[in-house]
């Protein structure tokens, strides 16, 4: 089993900066990929970033030069810097993990940003 506990959200003003961690543990590699999504009312849930098992990151268009993930393997926690926050960026924030086909999501934390 894997458990992903995502913490950090919370209210912030257009402009602003929040960090998301994402804090795995069970049965997962320090250098497992990683990724987060992000959900708002009546939509689907989509991609926002990713950090491969080498390091390596990849971010949806919509928050490319905004938004950085990155890991702490000592940790085993997976964090998502996001600045220059805009309204659109409110959502609710998902961690995700594929482990041996499985797949795990974490609880969510809600962002919120006000013009």
């Known amino acids: 089993q894997v458990q992903l506990v995502e913490s950090g959200g919370g209210l912030v003003q257009a402009g602003g900066s929040l960090r998301l961690d994402c804090a795995a543990s069970g049965s997962i590699a320090s250098d497992n990929s990683m990724a987060w999504y992000r959900q708002t009312a009546g939509k689907e849930r989509e991609f926002v970033a990713v950090?491969?098992?080498?390091?390596?990151?990849n971010y949806a268009d919509s928050v490319k030069g905004r938004f950085t993930t990155s890991r702490d393997s000592a940790k085993n926690t997976v964090y998502l810097q996001m600045n220059s926050l805009k309204p659109d960026d409110t959502a609710v924030y998902y961690c995700y993990a594929r482990v041996d086909g499985r797949t795990y999501w974490g609880q969510g934390t809600q962002v919120t940003v006000s013009p």
């Open positions: 950090i491969g098992s080498r390091g390596s990151t």
